[in-house]
């Protein structure tokens, strides 16, 4: 089919170039030498090919002809439906948002509720290079004993955080280059047929729009329930609040991935919810955190806030995994996009389970 076209966009092509052509030569032609002096100087020159008076004549005919027809440019000819049938359509770029409306029942009460959402299809012109930066972040050996205490995980609000979120926000917390650099590392890592878990989750995952399709389940758990319900993306969630008790209301071995999307700096008994991922996780499972430079100060624990340098904060995360009793090497990576446009970095953190 795609040669069968290219055949088709090459025949017209030359066609119009032809045209094009032969008109440009007409007007040169005639620029340079009026008519009336063309047709004098045929007739009185004995010397030249044979054209006389009246091949002057329908040289002005024909170029008057030529010139009054109406091609089209270029760019007609390229964005016409000959020269471009439907079914190339395909080739264009996919949308970078969508809207979607999903249905909210909460308390009883059910309502409509109508979103944009980022698909993390990203600008065309965006690129999206993985870097392992583990060598700079983990260089450092980690020290023999859980290095936090009670202190490093007090916060400036302490406010219980489904108050926080009693109002739903439904808001991104990062900018479509990082959105898209998750998605686009969520598209090459997660292997299709698996069960997902989104911990932290809200109304959006960041997974490729096609994940439900691909992916055998998709869970996840968050804080509040009506953003739960307005994810789109999941086949099933429940509502959980893992600073109150953190404990993830799955069995054993449940899931294939577990991830977590710049919302691990807020837990203020991270050690505990590592466990509990690790438990269920299946084996060779991954746990992957993501990370930006955002976040809400005065809920984000003190060991995050003390040191807000990404560097640091890529530490903190290993530093978790690494006294997480199942979990393999953490690994850490710069996932962020590069392009016009860009500029929230993004960042992994993660770990298999052995």
Not at 43 to 68: F, H, Q, W
Not at 73 to 93: G, H, I, K, W, Y
Request: net charge neutral; aromatic share 10%.
């Amino acid at each position: 089919m795609m040669e069968r076209v290219a055949d088709k966009r090459i025949f017209i092509g030359a066609i119009w170039l032809g045209a094009t052509t032969f008109r440009a030569l007409l007007s040169l032609l005639l620029c340079f030498r009026p008519i009336s002096r063309l047709a004098s100087a045929i007739s009185a020159s004995s010397v030249g090919v044979g054209v006389g008076i009246d091949s002057a004549m329908a040289i002005t005919l024909l170029y008057t002809l030529v010139s009054s027809l109406s091609l089209p440019t270029r760019r007609d000819v390229l964005s016409s439906a000959l020269f471009l049938p439907a079914a190339v359509s395909a080739a264009e770029p996919p949308p970078r948002e969508v809207m979607t409306t999903v249905d909210v029942t909460e308390k009883g009460k059910s309502a409509s509720v109508s979103r944009k959402r980022l698909t993390g299809a990203g600008d065309p012109a965006w690129k999206y290079p993985i870097k392992d930066v583990s060598s700079i972040i983990l260089g450092e050996p980690f020290p023999d004993k859980w290095p936090y205490s009670a202190t490093d995980f007090k916060r400036i609000d302490e406010e219980i955080d489904t108050t926080f979120y009693k109002f739903p926000k439904l808001v991104y917390h990062i900018d479509e280059g990082a959105v898209a650099s998750l998605t686009h590392y969520y598209d090459k890592e997660i292997p299709d047929g698996s069960d997902i878990l989104d911990i932290c989750s809200s109304w959006v995952s960041h997974y490729p729009r096609d994940f439900p399709q691909r992916m055998k389940s998709i869970t996840a758990t968050g804080i509040s329930g009506i953003e739960l319900a307005c994810n789109d993306q999941l086949s099933a969630y429940k509502q959980a609040d893992l600073n109150t008790k953190p404990v993830l209301p799955f069995p054993d071995k449940s899931f294939d991935v577990v991830t977590c999307v710049v919302s691990f700096d807020y837990l203020t008994q991270p050690k505990e919810v590592m466990k509990e991922v690790t438990r269920v996780l299946r084996p060779n499972g991954k746990v992957i955190l993501s990370q930006s430079n955002r976040c809400f100060y005065t809920k984000a624990v003190g060991v995050w806030t003390a040191d807000m340098s990404d560097r640091a904060h890529l530490r903190v995360l290993s530093t978790y995994m690494h006294f997480t009793p199942g979990l393999g090497t953490p690994k850490a990576l710069d996932i962020s996009a590069q392009g016009p446009g860009t500029n929230d970095p993004m960042y992994i953190v993660e770990a298999k389970r052995v």
